[in-house]
């Protein structure tokens, strides 16, 4: 570890104690027994709380908040974890993404849109915070696109913020992935397994943001694990590559950039989701809106019902799950947060005139034209709730990774499925009720039996359960969801 790693992990401005004693009954469950013999390289960098997301003058939280990252990073120097997991944060160890790295994934007139909102701006998270979603239409889609878009989101969906340090973060968040991707090639210190602790999220994000289609960017600026995928691609032609999203949002930016930009290349994606779409109540649908059952060669998108849309006649008795989860939310409750509503989308794919490789580093504009890219196919049976999402695991993704045989795996960990997490609550009611067994269960999965050697988990969502004493996100379960999968990816392949 180097002086400015050691440096970055003595800031304690996220005002909370490093670690609490049910963190250690969680080290000591997921880090005690035979493990790989390497330290799991963390990648973090003070960078990454750059990112302002609370809009200038309110008093308002966002869920999407700095502290998550970075009290994560902290509880990593705990004494249990220290054995187990090697935090890295210098800006050497964390290089900043490059203009040509991102521009591999995301169109040159909306990278020139990122850099050109940074002009606006003197670095630092106290400058003005705008809302990037509006922003995006209103400078990049088609008069027809915005009166679409404006018309339709009428909750003025704008989660999504720009601030000074927005881009910075950006850029050092899928730097990270880059610098994974260098590590787990190059089998540096022996090290196969790395995890990207990065903000602001990417899954979202695609060729050119977000389509008109959806309502808001979903928190997501560039896709950081799509900017690592292309590294990939770059430097080792030909690799077979798997991206595989649990977090409870379907990754609809990802899965546009594997549809048209990795369309030439041994790149498959399997998300297993959230997804409601309830007939003519569009306040109700889940965001995206997007992530119907779709199985085929490039992609496997695998929608779970929310068990507020679920009686019990699965056998979800065994949950964690209370009562209160089993109730449907009344629209009026789904006011609160415009990250949560989008209106289904009916627009298809159209494939990208774009390469990853060098020489042609460059997208083109996408173009929205008609024609469903949601609901292609539906999966035999419903699944709901945490037990259907392990169901989806074992018996859609496991079997699709076995018989495309990945090199290089990238999961898009997110951990808002989890019990109470905002990112899936709607006034107490939860969707999907995931707890630290599962994200321990599915990473150990995907370790010991998707085939890939090397393996890279990269941050999403996660934002912790709203406590409305302290009015702060409690973060608790998010830290223990997050150690579980940490301590997974150490285990043996068989
Ligand atoms: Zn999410």
């Not at 935090?87 to 050109?116: C, I, N, W």
């Not at 509503?341 to 580093?361: C, E, F, M, Q, W």
């Not at 707890?435 to 269960?441: A, V």
Request: proline fraction near 5%; charged fraction near 25%.
């Amino acid at each position: 570890m180097s002086t400015e790693d050691i440096d970055q992990a003595s800031f304690t401005g996220c005002g909370n104690s490093v670690i609490s004693a049910t963190d250690s009954t969680v080290c000591r469950k997921y880090f005690t027994n035979g493990r790989v013999k390497y330290k799991l390289p963390l990648l973090y960098h003070f960078d990454m709380r750059l990112h302002a997301t609370r809009l200038t003058g309110s008093s308002e939280m966002h869920q999407e908040e700095s502290r998550r990252v970075h009290l994560l990073y902290m509880k990593c120097f705990d004494a249990e974890l220290k054995k187990s997991i090697l935090p890295m944060s210098s800006t050497k160890s964390v290089p900043m993404a490059l203009r040509e790295q991102v521009v591999r994934v995301h169109t040159e007139a909306y990278v020139d849109f990122l850099f050109g909102l940074q002009a606006r701006h003197m670095e630092g998270p106290d400058n003005e915070v705008l809302r990037f979603s509006p922003l995006l239409v209103s400078r990049m889609f088609s008069p027809e696109d915005k009166k679409r878009y404006f018309s339709a989101n009428k909750h003025n969906s704008s989660a999504t913020r720009y601030s000074g340090g927005s881009l910075k973060a950006a850029l050092r968040s899928s730097g990270a992935v880059i610098r994974a991707v260098e590590m787990v090639m190059e089998d540096q210190f022996l090290q196969s397994r790395v995890a990207c602790l990065v903000r602001p999220p990417g899954h979202h994000a695609g060729p050119s943001g977000f389509r008109p289609s959806v309502s808001s960017a979903g928190f997501c600026l560039v896709n950081n694990v799509c900017v690592g995928v292309a590294e990939a691609l770059n430097k080792y032609p030909g690799i077979k590559i798997a991206i595989v999203d649990f977090d409870v949002h379907h990754g609809n930016g990802t899965q546009d950039i594997v549809d048209k930009v990795f369309k030439d290349e041994d790149v498959v994606f399997c998300s297993v989701h959230l997804n409601e779409n309830i007939p003519d109540d569009h306040d109700l649908d889940f965001f995206p809106g997007t992530g119907g059952y779709r199985n085929d060669e490039r992609v496997l998108s695998v929608p779970i019902d929310p068990l507020w849309s679920s009686q019990k006649e699965d056998g979800l008795t065994s949950n964690t799950s209370n009562e209160a989860t089993m109730k449907r939310p009344a629209p009026a409750s789904l006011t609160s947060s415009s990250s949560r509503k989008s209106r289904k989308t009916d627009a298809t794919d159209t494939p990208l005139i774009g390469s990853v490789h060098s020489g042609s580093n460059s997208v083109v504009d996408d173009i929205e034209s008609s024609g469903p890219d949601n609901d292609v196919a539906s999966y035999p049976k419903p699944l709901h709730g945490r037990l259907g999402f392990r169901e989806a695991f074992e018996k859609q993704v496991l079997p699709k990774l076995k018989a495309f045989g990945p090199q290089l795996l990238f999961i898009s960990a997110g951990f808002d499925g989890s019990l109470n997490d905002e990112g899936c609550v709607i006034e107490n009611v939860s969707g999907l009720d995931l707890n630290e067994s599962d994200y321990f269960w599915m990473t150990e999965l995907l370790v010991k039996h998707s085939g890939a050697t090397k393996v890279i988990s990269v941050l999403e969502g996660g934002y912790g359960r709203w406590d409305a004493t302290s009015e702060m996100y409690d973060l608790s379960a998010l830290s223990n969801n997050y150690l579980a999968h940490l301590g997974a990816l150490l285990e043996k392949p068989t």
